[in-house]
Every structure is written in structure tokens, then in C-alpha cells.
Nanobody, 124 residues
Framework: QVQVEESGGGLVQAGDSVMLSCVVS?????????MGWFRQYPGKEREAVAW????????EYKDSVKGRFTISRDDAKNTVYLQMNDLGPEDTAIYFC????????????????WGQGTQVTVSS
């Protein structure tokens, strides 16, 4: 059984920074998982904001977060991070971490394991 747990969300002001963390536990070694961070607005589909191949390789970002968000991973800690800088009200959403035992992708329905999400609220 694979468990995914996000943390680090909260209420911040515009221009602030937040780091989200996601710990993955299970029978497969973490470094074999491609990881993605997604966000979901009320009534909308989950959208990818950043994703990363396994073994700490290539990263990709949604255009609107390039230069502000950074995805990284620490395989020794089974953890993937999302550093979010210069936040704006448009970044207010529930952020989810997804794990995939395959190549990284921006498509939420291709991820096998999800956490419960963490709310990030940015006040103007």
C-alpha cells in the first residue's frame, strides 16, 4: 500500500513564499516514482503545476508558475517539495501531490497515488 501525505499549506499574503512537502511511503523505493504537484480550484479539474521524473531528473512547469515555483526531491527522505515564491491570489487552491510508477506526465489521471491535499490561500 502506498501512502502520500502533503503538508505545508496555509494562509499567506501576496508576495509571500511557501514550501509544500510530500512524503511517499510504500513497498516500492521512492526514487522509482515520478512525482507531480497539482492544484485544484473549486469546481475545476486538477491541473499540473510542476512535475519531475524519477531519479531526480527532468523537471517541467506550468507556464504561469515558471520562475516562481520549484519542484525538488530528496530520495533519501522519500519527499518531494514545491517551493512557491511571489504568491498571488491566483495561486489560491488545494495543492495535491501525485506519485506515478512510470515517466512523469502533466495529466492527473495518469497518476496512481494521491495525497489528501493541502490548502494554500493567498490574500491580496
Amino acid at each position: 500500500q502506498v501512502q502520500v501525505e502533503e503538508s505545508g499549506g496555509g494562509l499567506v499574503q501576496a508576495g509571500d513564499s511557501v514550501m509544500l512537502s510530500c512524503v511517499v511511503s510504500g513497498r516500492r523505493t521512492f526514487d522509482k516514482y515520478a512525482m507531480g504537484w497539482f492544484r485544484q480550484y473549486p469546481g475545476k479539474e486538477r491541473e499540473a503545476v510542476a512535475w519531475m521524473t524519477n531519479y531526480g531528473g527532468r523537471t517541467e512547469y506550468k507556464d504561469s508558475v515558471k520562475g516562481r515555483f520549484t519542484i525538488s526531491r530528496d530520495d533519501a527522505k522519500n519527499t518531494v517539495y514545491l517551493q512557491m515564491n511571489d504568491l498571488g491570489p491566483e495561486d489560491t487552491a488545494i495543492y495535491f501531490c501525485g506519485a506515478r510508477f512510470a515517466i512523469a506526465t502533466m495529466y492527473a489521471d495518469e497518476y496512481e497515488h494521491w495525497g489528501q491535499g493541502t490548502q494554500v490561500t493567498v490574500s491580496s
